[in-house]
């Protein structure tokens, strides 16, 4: 037996696309299988959409399972790609995207694909974060740590040079650190010299350094803007994978914009209703 997947990547950031009407009784155990890039077909995640074309414009619930076999409540890369999923099966040009974080309007916008992201959060019990303010700046493993919720959990940090820093042996420490208590992503950020900034992120779920990260992206852009460290908008944010902008409203709603690209077709072998 096997189940349908589509291929997509945004910015480098790639998941496997299976429409959720297909049967999967184990969802988990399919990421952790498939999404091992030696082992399986590789990924970041694995993106269940159902399409739902009866709205106007149409809908698309999305759950993305992660290689460590749970769920994420939100991701800014894969709702982008949900959204061109959607987009090429209906011809709309926006959609609605559910996730766990909120329903989120996604546009065609000059090829590229734009997903509002809500309104980022300090709070500490939204974050969530052990402590009884908001923390900006809190040296931990020698990162100056600034907390934040941008669907899902950061721990952003500004240095001088993203790429002189070891991610996978400074983030681990951070990502599983007694202060958050459903663990954190690490995201850190750089000058590019352009004013904008360069990106690099550590996925929680992944537990590895990604190619992009759209929560990271907004992450920086409105931790960048808090710091005092830029008024620009859009933000320009540079993970290793490419190029994001970022955008705010003047009630401070953020939207993430970048393009999105179709990789191929395949079939993932589903052994039997007990094993997968
Ligand atoms: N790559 C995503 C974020 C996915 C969720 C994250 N790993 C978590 O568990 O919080 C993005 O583009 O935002």
Redesign the pocket.
């Known amino acids: 037996m096997t189940v349908p997947f589509q291929k997509y990547h945004g910015t480098g950031?790639d998941f496997l696309i299976i429409p959720a009407d297909e049967y999967v009784s184990n969802r988990g155990a399919l990421a952790e299988r498939e999404c091992d890039r030696e082992e399986g077909v590789g990924a970041?995640g694995i993106l269940y959409l159902a399409l739902e074309e009866r709205f106007s414009p149409p809908r698309v619930v999305m759950t993305?399972v992660?290689p460590d076999g749970a769920t994420?409540p939100?991701?800014?890369?894969?709702a982008r790609c949900a959204a061109e999923w959607a987009m090429r099966r209906t011809g709309a040009d926006s959609v609605m995207i559910d996730t766990q974080a909120g329903t989120l309007r996604a546009d065609r916008t000059d090829g590229d694909i734009t997903i509002e992201m809500g309104t980022p959060t300090f709070d500490p019990k939204a974050v969530p974060v052990r402590a009884d303010e908001p923390v900006f700046e809190q040296e931990i493993e020698g990162l100056e740590v600034t907390m934040v919720n941008t669907g899902?959990?950061h721990a952003v940090a500004f240095v001088d040079d993203v790429d002189d820093i070891d991610l996978e042996a400074v983030a681990p420490p951070i990502r599983y650190g007694d202060e958050f208590p459903a663990g954190t992503?690490v995201t850190i950020a750089s000058p590019d010299g352009s004013g904008g900034f360069d990106q690099r992120s550590y996925?929680?779920?992944?537990e590895a350094e990604?190619d992009?990260?759209?929560?990271?992206a907004v992450g920086i852009a409105v931790v960048a803007r808090r710091l005092g460290r830029t008024d620009a908008d859009p933000v320009d944010v540079h993970p290793p994978g490419g190029h994001l902008r970022v955008s705010f409203n003047d009630r401070g709603n953020a939207t993430l914009t970048g393009p999105v690209e179709h990789e191929f077709d395949g079939e993932v072998a589903i052994k039997s209703p007990t094993e997968l």
């Open positions: 950031n970041d993305l992660q994420a939100m991701c800014g890369n894969g899902v959990p992503n996925e929680r779920g992944v990604t992009s990260c759209g929560t990271g």
